[in-house]
C-alpha cells in the first residue's frame, strides 16, 4: 500500500478527570496569566458553571446562549469581552455556549478555555458558525481553538439520557463523516475509528444507568477524538445537510444528526468500502449500518426529521442550499435526485437499509 498524505494537527490541552474541573479551570486561569475572565454559560449551564469557576474570579458573566449563534448575540458579546479589558474566556456549556465563545475569539483572539457539559465536540475543533437573515456561515479559524479543554464526566451527568444519546450520535456523526471528509487521511480515520468505539461503550451503558460515570467518561473521551477527527478530516456529506437543516429550518442541532446520520452512511457506505469496514469494526459488527441501526434501536434513538419540525415542502429548499456546498469527492456522486430521495427517508424516519438498496439498484 502507498501512503501518501498532508495531515496537520491543531495544538491544545487537554485536562481529562472526575471531579477535576474546578481546580483545572483555576491552574489555566493563573498559566495564563488572566486577569479578567468573562465567564460563558448558559442559563441550564450556570449551576455547573458556578461550581467550576468557584476557585477564580470572574470579570464577566454572560449567560445569553443562544444555539446556532445568532450575528446579534456574537455582537453583544463581543462588545461586553471588550468593555471589561476581557483576557480571557472561559465558556462552560454545550456547543451554543462554546459556539459563543468562538464568535467572540473570531474578532478579539481572546483566548478560550472551554469546559463542555455536553458531547457535541466543538471545544477541539478550530470551526466557527454563526446564524444571520437565517442562514448559517461556518469557517475555520485557528484564533477560535480554544487553547485548553478541560473535561470532568461529572459536568454532564444531569445531561438527561435523551439529549446525551442525541449529542453522543452527533459525536459519532463526526466521526463516521471524517472516514470520506474532503481531508480524509489515515491519521484522521484512525482517531475516529478510536471515537466510534468509545462512543458505542459510552452510549449504551449510560442508558442502561444515567449515572454511570464511567460511561459518561467514554463518551467525553469519545466526543473529543469525534471532533478531532472532523476538524482534520473536513465537513463531509452529512455535515453539509445537518448545517442546512440548522441553520435555515432552526432543527435542534445534535437530534437532526442523530436522525441523518443513517441515512448518510447507507448513501455512502457502498462507495467507499474501506470506510465502510473501519466503520464496522468499530463499531463490532459485520456490516457498519447494521452495526449503527442496532446501537441506535438499543438508545432509542432520535429516528425521523418529522418529529423535529422538517416539512416535505422544505425539502425542495434544503436540496438546493446543500447541493453547491457538498465536496466534490464524496464516495457517491451527489444529485439532486439521489439528495431529495436522502432527505425523504429521513423526514420519514424509512428504513435506511431501503434507501441504499434504492441507490444501489438505481446505480444513483
Ligand atoms: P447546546 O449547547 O445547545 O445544549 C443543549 C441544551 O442542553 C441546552 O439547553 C443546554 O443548556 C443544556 N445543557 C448543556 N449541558 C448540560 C448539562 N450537563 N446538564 C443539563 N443540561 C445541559 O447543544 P449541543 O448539541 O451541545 O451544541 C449544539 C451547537 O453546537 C450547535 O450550534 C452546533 O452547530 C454547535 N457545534 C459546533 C461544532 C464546531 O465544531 N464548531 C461542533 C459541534 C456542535
Redesign the pocket.
Known amino acids: 500500500m502507498n501512503l501518501e498524505f498532508n495531515h496537520e494537527t491543531l495544538g491544545q490541552r487537554v485536562l481529562f478527570g472526575r471531579n477535576k474541573a474546578a481546580t483545572n479551570v483555576a491552574a489555566e486561569v493563573d498559566r495564563l496569566d488572566a486577569k479578567n475572565v468573562m465567564l460563558i454559560a448558559?442559563?441550564?449551564?450556570q449551576e455547573?458553571a458556578t461550581n467550576v469557576t468557584d476557585d477564580i474570579q470572574v470579570t464577566v458573566n454572560y449567560s445569553n446562549?443562544v444555539?446556532?449563534?445568532p450575528i446579534e448575540v456574537a455582537n453583544d458579546a463581543r462588545q461586553a469581552a471588550i468593555d471589561n479589558s476581557v483576557d480571557l474566556l472561559v465558556c462552560v456549556?454545550?456547543?451554543?455556549?462554546?459556539?459563543l465563545a468562538?464568535a467572540i475569539a473570531m474578532t478579539t483572539n481572546i483566548p478560550i478555555v472551554a469546559v463542555?457539559?455536553?458531547?457535541?465536540?466543538?471545544e477541539?475543533?478550530?470551526?466557527?458558525?454563526l446564524t444571520e437573515a437565517a442562514r448559517?456561515t461556518?469557517g475555520i479559524d485557528n484564533a477560535?481553538l480554544p487553547v485548553t479543554v478541560i473535561y470532568d464526566a461529572e459536568?454532564?451527568?444531569?445531561?438527561?439520557v435523551d439529549?446525551s444519546v442525541?449529542?453522543g450520535l452527533?459525536g459519532m456523526a463526526?466521526c463516521i463523516d471524517s472516514m470520506w471528509g474532503p481531508r480524509a487521511d489515515p491519521i484522521n480515520q484512525a482517531l475516529g475509528t478510536e471515537g466510534i468505539s468509545a462512543l458505542s461503550d459510552g452510549l449504551p451503558a449510560i442508558v442502561a444507568d444515567a449515572s454511570d460515570v464511567a460511561g459518561r467518561e467514554q463518551l467525553l473521551y469519545g466526543a473529543y477524538l469525534s471532533?478531532v477527527s472532523?476538524?482534520s478530516a473536513g465537513s463531509g456529506l452529512h455535515h453539509k445537510i445537518c448545517?442546512v437543516l440548522?441553520g435555515t429550518f432552526d432543527l435542534?442541532?445534535?437530534q437532526t444528526h442523530a436522525t441523518v446520520l443513517p441515512y448518510v452512511l447507507a448513501f455512502n457506505m457502498d462507495a467507499a468500502p474501506d470506510a465502510a469496514n473501519k466503520i464496522a469494526k468499530a463499531l463490532g459488527a459485520h456490516d457498519a449500518l447494521a452495526g449503527l441501526q442496532s446501537l441506535r434501536n438499543t438508545l432509542n434513538a432520535p429516528h425521523r426529521l418529522s418529529d423535529y419540525g422538517f416539512t416535505a415542502e422544505n425539502i425542495a429548499e434544503a436540496v438546493e442550499i446543500t447541493l453547491p456546498a457538498v465536496p466534490h469527492n464524496n464516495p457517491r456522486p451527489v444529485t439532486a435526485e439521489n439528495l431529495t430521495a436522502l432527505l425523504e427517508a429521513a423526514l420519514t424516519g424509512a428504513h435506511p437499509a431501503d434507501l441504499r438498496n434504492q441507490l444501489n439498484s438505481n446505480g444513483a
Open positions: 448558559g442559563e441550564f449551564e455547573i446562549v444555539m446556532h449563534v456549556g454545550g456547543g451554543s455556549t462554546t459556539g468562538k463542555p457539559t455536553t458531547y457535541a465536540g466543538s477541539a475543533t478550530n470551526v466557527w458558525g448559517k461556518t477560535v459536568l454532564t451527568m444531569s445531561l438527561p439529549m442525541a449529542s452527533n463526526h471532533a472532523f476538524a448545517h440548522g435542534p442541532h445534535a
